[in-house]
């Protein structure tokens, strides 16, 4: 069996961070787990944790670590056999110190774009809330308006991309994101990566993954359809 893969995305909210992880995960055969999809699973079981978490998250707030940690961290050592990209974890020093002690990193990746374009995609951001897809009025819209395009469902807006817990969100993140860098870049594992496109920042991120992930592992390659 091949070696275990394991990578960390980062990024400010609405930087492209799930949408980039499909791409890995379809190009490269990674597990994408994204801890704000463990989080929305336990607020809809209404958990423990879960019930705890909505009301952070609905003031626009970050989930205090040891939630998060004993959250997330139980569903990393479940996976022993397939490589994976996680999504939203860490967002806090804490949180990287709890993950450097449960496992050894590969490779991180950062994404970096400008505080408009997050605003503006935020707000334009639709999700079919049983399966995650995510879609956008201009990048990706679905194909009828408001619903979903596999189930005809349909689409919601997170409370946390609503106007006013947005702009409390991207201010937040950005002081607690800077340590979480520095850590990985000290550790020498960190790629930055900046625009304001997901479809000119993807080439960069396919090519540094071929260069790591070996050819036998991946799967087809992603293309975008647009
Ligand atoms: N206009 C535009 N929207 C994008 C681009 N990349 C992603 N999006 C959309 O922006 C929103 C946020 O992206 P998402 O992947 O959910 O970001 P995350 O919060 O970092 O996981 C979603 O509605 C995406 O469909 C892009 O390059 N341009
Ligand atoms: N490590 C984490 C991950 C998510 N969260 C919370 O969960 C929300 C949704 O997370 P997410 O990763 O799906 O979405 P984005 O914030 O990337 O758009 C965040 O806005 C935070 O309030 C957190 O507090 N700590």
Not at 92 to 103: F, K, P, R, V, Y
Request: net charge neutral; glycine share 6%; aromatic share 8%.
């Amino acid at each position: 069996m091949s070696r275990i893969f394991r990578a960390v995305i980062l990024g400010p909210p609405g930087s492209g961070k799930g949408t980039i992880s499909e791409r890995i995960a379809q190009s490269f055969g990674l597990q994408h787990l994204s801890s704000g999809d463990f989080l929305r699973e336990n607020i809809a079981a209404k958990t423990e944790a879960g019930v705890l978490a909505k009301t952070y998250i609905e003031k626009g707030l970050l989930v205090p670590d040891h939630v998060m940690t004993r959250l997330v961290l139980p569903r990393l050592e479940e996976i022993t056999r397939h490589s994976w990209l996680l999504d939203g974890f860490p967002r806090t020093l804490a949180q990287a110190h709890a993950l450097d002690i449960a496992c050894d990193l590969d490779l991180v990746i950062s994404l970096n774009v400008p505080f408009e374009t997050l605003k503006e995609r935020l707000s334009h951001r639709w999700i079919h809330p049983a399966s995650g897809r995510v879609y956008n009025k201009g990048f990706n819209p679905p194909r009828v308006k408001g619903v979903d395009d596999i189930t005809g469902e349909p689409l919601i807006q997170h409370e946390d991309d609503k106007p006013m817990a947005l702009v409390a969100r991207l201010r937040h993140y950005k002081d607690v994101a800077k340590p979480v860098i520095d850590l990985y870049k000290s550790k020498g594992i960190l790629h930055t990566f900046s625009d304001t496109e997901t479809d000119r920042i993807w080439p960069y991120i396919s090519t540094l993954f071929s260069t790591k992930i070996p050819m036998h592992q991946a799967d087809t390659h992603y293309a975008p359809s647009h």
